[in-house]
């Protein structure tokens, strides 16, 4: 098995990776990648849900509408993601619970890295969605409205594609900020890549070699991503527009 | 509504004493017009002299403060207008062209009869391709407009506009943005357009155009028409000193 080629290596050279040789700790680190595996997803998607909203939001007619999704916005990109995750695990969920009588908090660390960490890149997201609508041209809309298109088919078919394309080379940016932020998880216990890792290294005591396996663990994953958002980037590019 | 009333020896387009203002700023000072069908009526004067502001509010892009605006016998200066009805029989070509990027030149014309008045795909594919061969881009169909020169992007604004069957086209300042060279091509699909019996308002700088297509010149300087008559005359003879002094700039 080539996993014991590994244990070779550990008794004869002493580089210790009991990640691939030893089945208790490869089970727990895998499970820990697969975790930060669909924490990052789910809060990508939720994130860019959010943020959709908020751009919408901030055009709102209500004045209170815009003020709430401003006071949201500045809230969450001038505060620390660490901060905001242990304000959510340990203030909003003992304040949820205490309100609703339910002992023991309402949700897990896990639910709680969810809403904290899709909230803290939807913030975010929000600004850049709306920077990208704001850069689709009013000729552009205007030529549409002679065409006789409704303001919801102009929305569709003539702003988001425009606005979308501006802002996917930024999007990219914060989601990759995201992906690598989810390590904050690791503070409320949520048992993603760093902090399984935490705990191989503290049983182990190989240090070195489980630095140099998170490093190369997120560098994957950052990786993968970051070409899958490449591909799409290229995929809906047109000549002469967005690049020059 | 009145559009029912209107017949083809009454004018298509009419304006009367229309007035329209931003803010304090009053840009038209009372405009009466009128457009018969099939004619070309070109409208020249200096910048900000509102030329623009005028065609814009024939479609309802702007709106005006009172008078009237009647297309078809339909009013424009009516909070219960509806634009879709307006904007199927009034087509706009702009000075940016303004395109649609992310859209082949081909589907660029199709997208507003597809989307807006739900026509059949193949019906409108045929016509679209038929337009776009008639403004002379035969084989430009899948070309992106910014793989095209701004006379062809010009040119493709035209079909597209063209592929909602307006009866009556607005043109403002088209070859504005144009190179010299390119400015010929787009003329000429305009001429091809006045031949075929389209009724067009164009707001042109190019005299030398103006005088061989239009049927009627009008010259607006701050808000007003200064005076109008067939190009001939208008040229010539032109009364006001105004526009004397304008065409001794300019010509």
């Keep these: 098995m080539v996993w014991e080629w590994f244990r070779w290596l550990a008794e004869t050279k002493g580089i210790n990776l009991t990640i691939f040789y030893d089945d208790w700790d490869r089970g727990r680190f895998f499970a820990g990648v697969w975790t930060t595996i669909h924490l990052s997803t789910i809060c990508i998607i939720l994130s860019i849900l959010i943020g959709i909203l908020g751009a919408w939001l901030q055009k709102s007619r209500f004045r209170i509408v815009r003020g709430l999704v401003q006071a949201y916005i500045q809230f969450f990109r001038n505060t620390p993601p660490l901060v905001q995750i242990y304000f959510f695990y340990f203030a909003v969920d003992a304040l949820l619970s205490d309100y609703m009588g339910i002992s023991g908090g309402i949700l897990g660390s896990y639910g709680w890295a969810v809403i904290s960490l899709s909230f803290f890149a939807g913030a975010f997201n929000a600004e850049i969605f709306r920077a990208g609508i704001e850069a689709v041209p009013e000729s552009t809309i205007e030529s549409a409205e002679s065409l006789g298109y409704t303001n919801a088919q102009i929305y569709r078919y003539v702003t988001l594609p425009l606005a979308f394309r501006v802002c996917l080379p930024a999007l990219n940016g914060n989601l990759i900020n995201l992906v690598k932020s989810t390590t904050i998880a690791y503070a409320i216990a949520v048992p993603e890549t760093l902090y399984v890792s935490n705990q191989i290294w503290s049983d182990e005591l190989n240090v070195t070699e489980m630095m140099y396996v998170m490093w190369l663990t997120y560098l994957l994953l950052v990786g993968a991503l970051v070409w899958v958002m490449h591909r799409w980037e290229k995929s809906i590019r047109v000549p002469g527009f967005g690049r020059r | ?251």
């Design chain 2, 1 to 251: 509504m009145s559009a029912a009333k209107w017949t083809t020896d009454m004018p298509i387009v009419s304006l009367r004493d229309v007035h329209k203002a931003y803010g304090a700023y009053e840009v038209l000072k009372g405009i009466s017009m009128d457009v018969m069908m099939g004619e070309v009526i070109c409208i020249i004067g200096p910048s900000g002299s509102g030329k623009s502001t005028l065609i814009r509010c024939i479609n309802a892009l702007n709106d005006i403060q009172s008078g009237s605006i009647k297309v078809e016998g339909q009013e424009v200066n009516d909070p219960k207008l509806d634009k879709l009805a307006l904007r199927k029989k009034v087509g706009m070509v702009f000075q940016q062209y303004n395109l649609f990027p992310h859209k082949t030149a081909l589907q660029n014309v199709m997208m507003a009869p597809i989307k807006v008045l739900k026509q059949p795909r193949d019906e409108v594919e045929k016509r679209a391709r038929m337009l776009l061969k008639k403004v002379r881009l035969e084989g430009k169909e899948n070309a992106y407009p910014g793989e095209l020169s701004g006379g062809q992007q010009q040119r493709v604004a035209i079909a597209r506009s063209l592929a909602m069957n307006p009866q009556v086209m607005l043109f403002d300042e088209v070859t504005a943005a144009l190179d010299p060279e390119t400015v010929k091509e787009v003329l000429t699909t305009i001429k091809d357009l006045a031949a075929d019996g389209m009724t067009c308002i164009l707001v042109t700088h190019e005299m030398a155009f103006a005088r061989e297509v239009a049927n009627t010149i009008y010259f607006t300087d701050r808000g007003i028409i200064v005076e109008h008559g067939p190009p001939d005359t208008f040229f010539a003879n032109a009364r006001d000193p105004r526009t004397r002094e304008f065409l001794s700039q300019i010509l």
